[in-house]
């Protein structure tokens, strides 16, 4: 009885884990999937909105092109080092033509005279453009250019150097002959601003202050063509400023001297 009951236990025991096996393997089966949908009863695809990008920025020429400058400041020996800076760095930049846009009343005639012979000792041609009332030591540097325009509306004023100091007895001859140096420069520039053509008469400024229209200045020669042409050719880089304070000088004014 013992024995036989001990045999009952142990089969049953040995049974378990058949039957385990087989329920979990039952569990494993894989659940067929639902019948997909007829085409006619899926929904619509919506479309996917694109992604905004900006504007393509405007690609900028460094290869050949006009260096174009804008001067609108007195002449100082702070703005015609800018200018003088940036123009040459434009030509080692492959810049092969400069121009200029002046606004200015002028400023110390030394500063104008070297901006004047950096210009004229560039190796590519110089433009420049009156594109206001200009005066004194501006109409220099409008002079230094190879080619030049004028807008209407625009002008030159001319005038003697101003702002002589007190002059000590020791000091008057060597003041007196380096205003007449400075003098000689303006006015050469001025005869070789024009064409020796017209009424040269509105250049002379010696007794008393004078101003030349952009109608005068064609007839003197002292523009060589139209707005116009500005328009053609290509552009090197991007634009440049010289810009600066326009202060007035007062009487009592000290060297050195200015236009």
């Not at 400069?98 to 005639?109: A, E, K």
Request: net charge negative; aromatic share 6%; proline share 6%.
């Amino acid at each position: 009885m013992t024995s036989r009951s001990s045999r009952t236990a142990l089969l049953a025991l040995a049974l378990v884990p058949l039957i385990a096996t087989g329920a979990l393997a039952d569990e494993a089966k894989p659940v067929a999937a639902p019948a997909a949908a007829d085409a006619s009863e899926r929904a619509p695809a919506m479309p996917m909105p694109m992604p905004a990008f900006p504007p393509a920025r405007p690609s900028i020429n460094y290869d050949g092109g006009t260096a174009i400058v804008n001067f609108v400041a007195r002449f100082s020996d702070k703005t015609v080092a800018d200018l003088a800076l940036n123009v040459q760095n434009a030509v080692i930049s492959g810049a092969d033509r400069i121009r200029i846009n002046i606004s200015s009343r002028g400023g110390s005639v030394h500063a104008m005279h070297f901006a004047v012979n950096v210009l004229q000792n560039l190796p590519v041609p110089v433009e420049t453009v009156a594109m206001s009332q200009l005066a004194s030591a501006a109409v220099g540097l409008f002079c230094a250019g190879e080619k030049r325009y004028m807008p209407s509306g625009s002008g030159l004023y001319l005038h003697q150097q101003r702002g002589y100091h007190q002059i000590e007895d020791k000091t008057a001859a060597a003041i007196a002959r380096e205003y007449e140096m400075s003098d000689k420069f303006y006015n050469e520039l001025l005869r070789n601003c024009t064409n020796g053509e017209g009424d040269l008469s509105v250049l002379d400024y010696s007794s008393r202050d004078t101003v030349i229209d952009a109608e005068q200045a064609v007839a003197l020669g002292m523009v060589t063509g139209p707005m116009s042409e500005l328009n053609t050719g290509k552009t090197w880089g991007m634009a440049m400023n010289i810009v600066a304070a326009d202060k007035t000088p007062g009487m009592g004014m000290v060297y050195p001297a200015y236009r």
